[in-house]
């Protein structure tokens, strides 16, 4: 049967227009639902959720809110509006028109970048697929779940560039995007922090500050691109991807806050007897969340990045805002590597130092909101500051990743950094624990002893609103 394109799925490319494309996504969309049901939320696919969905790009269109079940989503496809006066403002192309169709002699850099990025919304759905089951509140679920189809909405807008301009190599990429798994010792995601676990709402609230933060970096350059579909389809992704980083800032934000209550109550910062999680907790989270986020910027240094820029496929992060001449071949950019025993910041050619460049964008972004977790803690009177640690630490990717770094940035020998592993990074104690902590709360208006509630309801909604219907 074929599928009704303006109700089942909206979208502003013309899909009816197109007989081509339409074969090839009645195809492709059975596979996507069954992958949906094997590997998308456990347990509550039959469940009404209080979601906002996207039918236009328009402000009125694009968050519209209502009860739906999961499966029967509509997962558009949406294209920011067109510039006709569009140019290419970086690279060798600098000044042409945006391109329209894909050049030939960038169509597998292309399609490269294209499956990289698609690749990973289905990988963290899969890595969040079972925290419904334990989420301290039915204003977290319906969170959790909002995140998870919007993942799936990006799944379907890189897709739709991979059938629309990629041809027989473009269907079979989209297939492998279905079946690659996070985690799969056979077949994992492309990309390391998508293969890692997300088994707790500590974890998933460090996962959506962090790890979608540098998918607004990655979604952002990739917005500044050539190849106008792209550039176009990135820029309504990240109008859904800034309330991802909502719940993770906002999630992280009612845990400080209620660990400052418990310890402003007991007189302790020992909160973990009382339901709480504590201060030092956190911090060993946030080094190993924004750590594994760190390496998928890659290597400071890279040809590729430079190749990518040159090509005009890939700018920086705000690319039109940059006051230079949007070439790089003569410009320098002050990379930290290390150097006879410590960190030092070398001057590198700008042009191969992209990766850096936009990494130290992110971590400048990061610092912002963990300077907000500290007022939290400051308001209540607290003593203690997080931070982030020294980007050398725990890397496994990149100039430090074969050095031992602590927080602070001492390179030190191995065995004493793993000395001090314990009071740096999550210990096996410290996932039981948090593990513990992980008791559904169901009940309108009610919250898991260990978060505070949310300032306001999604969509202004009251406190006591039910976000899940499991009648």
Same mark, same amino acid.
């Given at each position: 049967m074929a599928i009704d394109y303006i109700e089942r799925i909206p979208n502003n490319v013309n899909l009816s227009d197109n007989r081509r494309l339409q074969r090839a996504l009645e195809e492709w969309q059975p596979r996507f639902l069954d992958w949906w049901k094997d590997m998308g939320p456990e347990g509550f696919q039959p469940y009404e959720?209080?979601?906002?969905?996207? %039918?236009?790009?328009? &402000?009125?269109?694009?968050?519209s809110f209502g009860y739906t079940r999961m499966p029967d989503?509509?997962?558009?496809?949406?294209?920011?509006?067109?510039?006709?006066?569009?140019r290419i403002h970086f690279g060798q192309h600098k000044g042409e028109? /945006?391109?329209?169709?894909?050049?030939?002699?960038? !169509?597998? %850099?292309? !399609?490269?970048?294209?499956?990289?990025?698609?690749? %990973?919304e289905p990988a963290s759905v899969e890595q969040q697929r079972h925290l419904g089951l334990t989420a301290p509140s039915l204003y977290d679920l319906r969170n959790l779940f909002q995140v998870n189809v919007e993942e799936g909405r990006h799944l379907w807008a890189m897709v739709y560039l991979l059938h629309a301009y990629f041809g027989r190599d473009g269907r079979e990429e989209a297939e492998s995007l279905l079946e690659r798994r996070s985690g799969d010792q056979d077949k994992p995601r492309i990309l390391g922090a998508f293969n890692e676990a997300t088994p707790d709402w500590l974890s998933f609230f460090m996962f959506t500050f962090f790890t979608d933060r540098d998918g607004k970096y990655q979604l952002a350059s990739l917005a500044e691109s050539g190849f106008d579909p792209l550039a176009r389809t990135c820029r309504f992704m990240l109008t859904e991807e800034a309330h991802h980083m909502f719940v993770g800032e906002t999630g992280i934000a009612r845990v400080v806050q209620r660990t400052c209550e418990l310890m402003n109550e007991h007189k302790t910062a020992d909160v973990r007897r009382h339901g709480g999680i504590d201060l030092e907790t956190l911090q060993r989270y946030l080094n190993f969340h924004y750590t594994v986020s760190l390496d998928l910027f890659g290597s400071e240094v890279s040809t590729n990045a430079a190749n990518f820029y040159t090509m005009g496929l890939k700018g920086r992060f705000e690319e039109a805002r940059k006051d230079d001449d949007h070439n790089l071949m003569d410009a320098t950019y002050g990379v930290i590597v290390p150097q006879n025993g410590v960190a030092v910041e070398r001057q590198e050619p700008a042009l191969t130092s992209l990766n850096a460049r936009l990494r130290d964008d992110y971590t400048m972004d990061c610092a912002r909101g963990v300077a907000r977790w500290n007022q939290v803690i400051k308001r209540a009177g607290i003593d203690f500051e997080l931070k982030l640690p020294h980007v050398g630490f725990n890397r496994r990717i990149?100039?430090?990743? %074969?050095? &031992?770094?602590?927080?602070?940035?001492?390179?030190?020998?191995a065995e004493d950094w793993e000395r001090g592993r314990?009071?740096?990074?999550?210990?096996?104690?410290?996932?039981?624990?948090?593990?513990?902590?992980?008791?559904?709360?169901?009940?309108?208006?009610?919250? /898991?002893?260990?978060? /505070? &509630?949310? /300032?306001?309801?999604?969509?202004n909604q009251p406190p006591g609103f039910e976000y899940v219907r499991f009648s």
């Open positions: 959720i209080y979601l906002r969905t996207a %039918t236009s790009v328009d &402000a009125k269109g694009w968050a989503y509509r997962w558009g496809i949406f294209l920011a509006e067109p510039d006709p006066e569009r028109p /945006a391109w329209q169709e894909v050049p030939g002699e960038y !169509r597998g %850099t292309l !399609r490269r970048l294209i499956v990289t990025q698609g690749d %990973t990149g100039a430090f990743a %074969t050095h &031992a770094v602590t927080p602070d940035g001492r390179i030190v020998p314990k009071a740096w990074l999550p210990t096996e104690a410290d996932h039981e624990f948090i593990r513990s902590l992980m008791v559904p709360v169901r009940e309108p208006g009610r919250y /898991a002893p260990w978060i /505070a &509630a949310p /300032a306001r309801g999604i969509n």
